[in-house]
């Protein structure tokens, strides 16, 4: 019951699979043995993907709650003493600046509880890779995961000393187009700057610009001395301190943006999940 209903969840045997941690035949193997006991097809199986049949939608509820009774009996083994890993996906700036401090007070009350962090500047498909939690910036679009915010940021222009010394001239809101710029293709996808100063607004494509697919990439960069960048504060702030990047125009600044917890949006999800996820909603505003 338990595979039938990862199956519908995930859309086909392979992510069932790995939302279980067996095998696909495995899953195959298991859907054909329920088939058969009860004597009716279930699943209509195609090259990439299943559908219910008549039989299968109503079946579906009841599988489901088995599903879940699965997860509450390892609940019911681990209350008293919470264990087992967390698969965390997260970009690399995120992991370093926002979730790594978090770790290890948690880490303080559950021991046991342990992490595999997963660090990429992509948004990988969080079911084939068997993601518990992933920690995303705005523009999310994840079916069957719930979304909860936990920081607000927004975009400002920063750029190094040692770039700031190669211009001419002061940077102004006249001649900031022309300055080189390092552009984040995620967050401007069509190489377009986009920054306010209360009712006033600057738009413009850069005469000279370097595209990154990477948060870090563009961080590392404008250290670098290679040119304006519209960067995350929280991803910054240590640069900051140590010097490393400056603002620029700070009076003007760019689009905001929301921080959210991805998790599987069934009613329950492990323990050890939960708590992490508690943990971190009410840490949210310590950023």
């Not at 880490?107 to 992933?134: G, H, R, S």
């Not at 905001?256 to 971190?280: E, G, K, N, V």
Request: aromatic share 6%.
């Amino acid at each position: 019951m338990a595979v039938f209903a990862a199956v519908v969840k995930t859309g086909n045997f392979s992510r069932a699979g790995k939302l279980l941690g067996i095998s696909r035949p495995a899953v195959s193997a298991q859907i054909q043995k329920l088939e058969e006991s009860l004597s009716v097809r279930l699943i209509q199986r195609t090259t990439r993907s299943v559908s219910l049949t008549q039989d299968g939608a109503r079946l579906l509820p009841l599988a489901e709650s088995v599903l879940s009774s699965l997860i509450d009996i390892d609940d019911v083994l681990t209350r008293d003493k919470p264990k087992g890993p967390i698969r965390v996906t997260a970009t690399l700036d995120i992991m370093k600046s926002w979730l790594a401090p978090k770790l290890e007070a948690f880490t303080l009350q559950y021991p046991d509880i342990t992490f595999d962090l997963v660090m990429t500047d992509q948004k990988i498909d969080l079911i084939e890779n068997q993601i518990d939690l992933a920690i995303r910036v705005s523009r999310v679009n994840e079916q069957d995961f719930v979304a909860r915010p936990v920081f607000d940021d927004q975009l400002a222009i920063y750029a190094s000393p040692e770039y700031l010394d190669t211009l001419l001239e002061p940077i102004t809101e006249q001649n900031l187009e022309f300055c080189r710029w390092i552009v984040l293709e995620q967050l401007m996808p069509n190489r377009t700057v986009n920054v306010m100063k209360g009712d006033e607004t600057l738009r413009f494509q850069p005469s000279r610009y370097d595209i990154v697919n990477s948060p870090s990439m563009l961080n590392e960069l404008v250290v670098a001395g290679r040119g304006l960048g519209c960067l995350i504060y929280q991803n910054v702030q240590h640069l900051l301190k140590e010097g490393k990047v400056v603002p620029v125009l700070p009076e003007w600044h760019g689009d905001s943006l929301t921080c959210y917890l991805l998790y599987p949006s069934r009613q329950h999800i492990p323990m050890r999940l939960r708590l992490f996820i508690d943990y971190l909603l009410e840490s949210r505003d310590k950023i």
